[in-house]
Every structure is written in structure tokens, then in C-alpha cells.
């Protein structure tokens, strides 16, 4: 165990020194499993050999009807152990060091094992047999452990220690694991990880600990006070931010929702105070209370020429000829009534009071 915990620990501090571009013994930072970037100072071992059986993590969503789980098995000191009780193209392959795997359940069904929807080989050192990689995605054999610090928030004092490992592929996609080492002073020990966000083959783990709090051998130069805030730099592996979270600068911002709420509420009483006003209006029109009517009735008898027509009598006359003008020759049948006379039909000047009785309808006689 301690020979692979060692093992690791070499091919680990060997890339960091690298990627610090700081020459150290190998031999002391393997018997110690402590390195130095620059000028900060890192014990790493009580995290690497912290927990024997290695760790395990998960997260769960809602995924109606069922529920989702992704489970992380981690391992620092070796390849994972495959199980002879499960099926193997349920689990990773040989070579493994950090496998995911995404299993669903039915939440009203209490008697049904997991159902495996997906394995991945996240981390390790795989055989090129058991992953056959094509085009440009090629597999690349080996963990080849990686570093690299990233500044942290405005807020945080110490940067972030990124350290990844490869190896995995699946899907013809490149797998890596970042571990996301932030300090923190009061972390309890031995702490464990917490499972970020995954995207694109990288699965990253956030992993709060006081042994990632650095201890600079220098002073460090006083650094400048930025006169406005910055932002983060941007991770190249990290997922890619919604085009609703960006600024949008000139008049294509938001309006002040205190704003639009007061337009709105002058927009509605306009509204009401209109619509009352029209009903008011129909209502007196049609059921006039009596000192209107009073009132209306004297102004119009007070004003007799309201009730007249504008048109004077000569002119409704000769419209009246115009309109029912007699060639020569004609008759005015709706008066005189020729016709009528003819086919033995009377019409009547007047309505009778009684519809008359034919006694004889539909009589032979």
C-alpha cells in the first residue's frame, strides 16, 4: 500500500515541479510527499494517504419518474478493485483510479436494484485495447498528473490549487478529473471532496482543506490595489456561461421594475376611470333620473327650433315629386289600385277589427 501510495505520489510531485519550472530532488519530494511551486510550500500526504479504501462521492436529481445518481469512486493509492459480483460491463475497466457511474431508480418501486445507465472510466491508466480511440480524439494512455494555480475570487486570500488527472476516455471524448484544493483553516481532517460540475470529459471536485493553505518561504511583493473590481480569469474547462448572464450594455438594459409597476398602475386607473365614465353616460341616457328629464323637457319647449327640421317644406315636396314622378301614359297603381281591381282583391284603407271567416275552405260547395 505504501509502495503505490509512493508510486503516486512520485509521478504527482515529478509534474508539479514541472509545472513550476522549479528543480527539485525527486528522491526528497517522494520520501516526503512535499513540493514547492515557486515560492509556496505544500504538504499534500495526509490528503493522498488520508483514506485507505479511498473516498466516495455522489450527488441526486430529480429526473421524474425516477431519480438520477452520479457516484464517484476515488482513488489515490492504486487502480480500483473491480468486483467478481458484478457484471463487467457494469464497471470500469482495469487500470481504473476514478470511475463514474450514473444509475437511476424508480422512487415507487422498492423491490428494483439500480438500473445502470452509464460507467466511466473518469481517471487512470487504461489499456489502449479496452479503449479504441478514432479521428483527432485519439486515447492517450496514462494519468500524466498536471498543476496549475488559478487566482481566486476578489474575496478569498489563497489561489486555488488545480491538480488533474487523465487517462479516462469514453464516448470517444478525453476524460479528466480537476481537483479544486481551496484553503481552509478550518476544515476538519481528514476531509473529503465534494463532486462539481462535469462538462466536456472534465469532472471537477471542489476539495476544501487546510493543507492546501500554502506557506510562502519569501515575502511576496506587496501587490497593487486594482482601482475597479476584476473578475476571475476564465477556466478553459469550464462550461460556457448563458448568454443571459452577460452585461448588456446602452438602452438594451432592464428597465427599473419600480418603474414599469408605476406605469402599469397609472395604465389600469386610466382604464377604470374611462370605463366608469361610459357606463355613467349609458346609464343617464337610457334611465334619465326626473329633474333631468324635468330639466330636458323645459329647454326643449324653450327651444322649439331644436325640434325642427332644418330642411323646409318646398324642398321635401319636390324631393317627394322627383322620387315619385309619373311618365305619360302611367297610373299610380299604389294609389288608384288598377290592378288589384282587376284580380278581384280589395285592399283596405283601414285594418278590419276582426280577421274574417272563410266557412267555406276546402268545402266542394
Known sequence: ????????????????????????????????????????????????????????????????????????????QGPLKRSKKIASDEQCPDGTWICKMVTNTRPKHDDEEPRVLQVVPVAGEL???????????????????????????TEAKHDVLHINLHGGYYMRRQQKADFQFICDHNAEEPSSPTTGWDWRGTHT????????????????????????PTSPPEDDDAPPKDAEDDDIPGEKKLL?????????????????ASASL????????????????????????AHPRLMRSRVGERVLV???HEDFAIGPGEEDVMINGGQAVAMDEEIPLKPAPRRPVLFNYGSAT
Not at 476539495?207 to 497593487?224: G, I, L, V, Y
Not at 333620473?289 to 330639466?295: A, G, K, N, S, W
Open 205 to 228: 471536485f471542489i476539495w476544501r482543506t487546510k493543507h492546501a493553505c500554502d506557506q510562502a518561504t519569501s515575502a511576496p511583493p506587496p501587490k497593487e490595489e486594482p482601482t475597479h
Open 127 to 153: 489499456s489502449s485495447d479496452d479503449e479504441a480511440g478514432s479521428g483527432t480524439n485519439e486515447y492517450v494512455p496514462g494519468l500524466n498528473i498536471t498543476a496549475k494555480f488559478v487566482p481566486a475570487e
Open 278 to 301: 361610459i357606463c355613467a353616460i349609458v346609464y343617464l341616457a337610457y334611465f334619465p333620473p326626473r329633474r333631468l328629464r324635468r330639466f330636458l323637457t323645459s329647454y326643449v319647449k
Open 256 to 272: 427599473d421594475p419600480d418603474l414599469l409597476e408605476g406605469r402599469s398602475h397609472r395604465s389600469v386607473v386610466t382604464m377604470f
Open 1 to 76: 500500500m505504501h509502495g503505490t501510495a509512493i508510486a503516486f505520489s512520485l509521478s504527482l510531485l515529478v509534474s508539479l515541479a514541472a509545472a513550476a519550472a522549479v528543480e527539485e530532488p525527486v528522491g526528497i519530494l517522494a520520501k516526503q510527499c512535499k513540493f514547492a511551486l515557486g515560492d509556496r510550500h505544500f504538504d499534500m500526504c495526509p490528503v493522498f494517504e488520508g483514506n485507505e479504501g479511498g473516498w466516495t462521492v455522489s450527488r441526486e436529481r430529480q429526473t421524474p419518474p425516477t431519480i438520477t445518481k452520479d457516484e464517484y469512486r476515488i482513488s489515490f
Open 318 to 320: 319636390r324631393w317627394a
